[in-house]
Each structure stands twice: as structure tokens, then as C-alpha cells.
């Protein structure tokens, strides 16, 4: 998980080498630094997941292997955002939940039957937990661990 802002934060999963994932990290902040100082004002989840989708998008050819998943707060109405994109940019913006890594599919599948809105904390940590165990329980490829 790399601090983009204040009140942002983007986690970055690798597909084939960490490798990709700090030099990519850095490309962001570098960015994010230069919006920052270009417009004197912090960057929003909106803006900064349309930053990672272009910067994506403009390497398609020759990707970096990393599906990003974008979390923060607005910084004027302090609303929380969460989206993810694809190896190619592909933004996917949702209010519930959004999910990466090896084990896609299942966890789509577990949290679409444990999440429901509004749980209290509590509720929400089991939920999470509950998904992540029994979705990697049925992806081999995933091991025995979650981030």
C-alpha cells in the first residue's frame, strides 16, 4: 500500500514481479507530486484513478504488470472512494467493494454474498476476513495469505 496523499491511499498488486509494482509507485508519486505543485491543491481519487487509468492506458503495449486499486477520501466533502483498473487502465468505480489479485473471481463471488450495506465494524472485519479465507480455500494458485 503506497500514501499518495493525505487522505488517499493505492495498493498496488503485482502479476508477475514486484518489480513493477515500485517503479510504477514512483511514476505515480513523481505525478501526484507535479499536480500538486502545478495546481496547489491535492489531488482527488477521481483525478488520481484518471492519472493511473491514462499512465495504464499510455503503456498498453508494454505494460506494467499491476492492478491498482485506488482508496481515499475527498478532500472537500470527505465522501470515501474506492475503484480498481486493470492492467490496461480499465477504471471500475463501484460504492460497495472491488477486489484484485490472483483469486478475482472467487473473491467477487464471496463478497457479493457476505456484503451487505451499512454493517458496523465488526460485522464488516468478518465479512472480510470470511471472503479472503474461503476464496483463497478455492484458489491454488493463491497460497495461504492475504494483504
Request: with cysteine.
Amino acid at each position: 500500500v503506497y500514501i499518495m496523499a493525505d487522505k488517499q491511499k493505492n495498493g498496488i498488486k503485482a502479476v508477475v514481479s514486484t518489480q513493477s509494482t515500485g517503479t510504477f509507485a514512483n511514476e505515480l508519486k513523481f505525478h501526484t507530486n507535479l499536480y500538486s505543485l502545478n495546481e496547489t491543491k491535492d489531488l482527488s481519487p477521481k483525478t488520481f484513478l484518471s492519472m493511473v487509468s491514462n499512465f495504464l492506458y499510455k503503456r498498453r503495449f508494454g505494460p506494467y504488470f499491476v492492478e491498482p486499486v485506488v482508496a481515499g477520501l475527498d478532500p472537500k466533502t470527505d465522501e470515501p472512494f474506492i475503484a480498481s483498473t486493470d492492467l490496461i487502465g480499465c477504471p471500475m468505480v463501484t460504492n460497495d467493494f472491488v477486489v484484485s489479485g490472483t483469486c478475482l473471481e472467487q473473491l467477487y463471488g464471496m463478497c457479493e454474498t457476505l456484503y451487505k450495506p451499512d454493517m458496523a465494524p465488526d460485522e464488516l472485519f468478518e465479512c472480510i476476513s470470511q471472503a479472503l479465507l474461503n476464496a483463497q480455500d478455492r484458489d491454488a494458485y493463491s497460497g495461504w495469505g492475504g494483504v
